[in-house]
Structures are given as structure tokens and as C-alpha cells.
């Protein structure tokens, strides 16, 4: 599977971005797909994430609210609605895919990524 997330840009706070990562290869449905972000010094962390079997997904507390993933699966894309954005939410951004049926939030349990797209906002 290749991933190619694009998207990230710069805002001011409070405004809005929308990510999307468009997946090549293999059945993309068949997968848990998700966002991570790794701001610089710091280790990279969950964001997101899209249920195999679809239908469900989670976010990572201080995005609860804010952020909202989504797929569609018939364009093989899974997209990152960020709205209110903070400072904080500054990082590289990551789409990820993993061969897990249902919903993982470790960095280890997926098996492909995607290049990156930054995202930064301005205070």
C-alpha cells in the first residue's frame, strides 16, 4: 500500500485544515486507517484512527471535538477535518494504514505510512 497525505499548510489559531491521504495498492477498506502527528523534538503520537470493519472511529483526547477523521472507501481516501486549531496542534501529520481488524492506537500495529504533510498555526 502506498499513502500520500497532503493538505497541511499554515493557518492562524482557531482556524481549519482538512488532510487527505490517498491510498494506492492493495484493498484499502480492508484496513484501519489513521492520522499521527509528531511535533519537532517530540515522539510521534496517535491522532486518529478508522475502523476494518468501517464504521467506528476514535480520537485522541485534546483533538475530541476538533478534529474528525472520515473515509471513503470507494476513493480509497481518509481525510482529517481540523477545525479550531491551536498552536499546539503544530507538527508533521501522518497517515497511516494497518492490517488490524478494528481500531488500533499504536504506532506499531501499522504496517504502512505516508510521506507527511505539515501543518502549522500561528498565535
Known amino acids: 500500500v502506498q499513502l500520500q497525505a497532503s493538505g497541511g499548510g499554515l493557518v492562524q489559531a482557531g482556524g481549519s485544515l482538512r488532510l487527505s491521504c490517498a491510498a494506492s495498492g492493495r484493498t484499502f477498506s480492508s484496513y484501519c486507517m489513521g492520522w499521527f502527528r509528531q511535533a519537532l523534538g517530540k515522539e510521534r503520537e496517535f491522532v486518529a484512527a478508522?475502523?476494518?470493519?468501517?464504521?467506528?472511529?476514535y480520537h485522541e483526547d485534546s483533538v475530541k471535538g476538533r478534529f474528525t477523521i472520515s473515509r471513503e472507501n470507494a476513493e480509497n481516501t481518509v481525510y482529517l477535518q481540523m477545525n479550531s486549531l491551536k498552536p499546539e496542534d503544530t507538527a508533521v501529520y501522518y497517515c497511516?494504514?494497518?492490517?488490524?481488524?478494528?481500531?488500533?492506537?499504536?504506532?506499531?500495529?501499522?504496517?504502512?505510512w505516508g510521506q507527511g504533510t505539515q501543518v502549522t498555526v500561528s498565535s
Open positions: 478508522s475502523s476494518w470493519p468501517g464504521g467506528r472511529t
Open positions: 497511516a494504514a494497518a492490517l488490524f481488524r478494528g481500531i488500533t492506537t499504536g504506532p506499531r500495529e501499522y504496517d504502512y
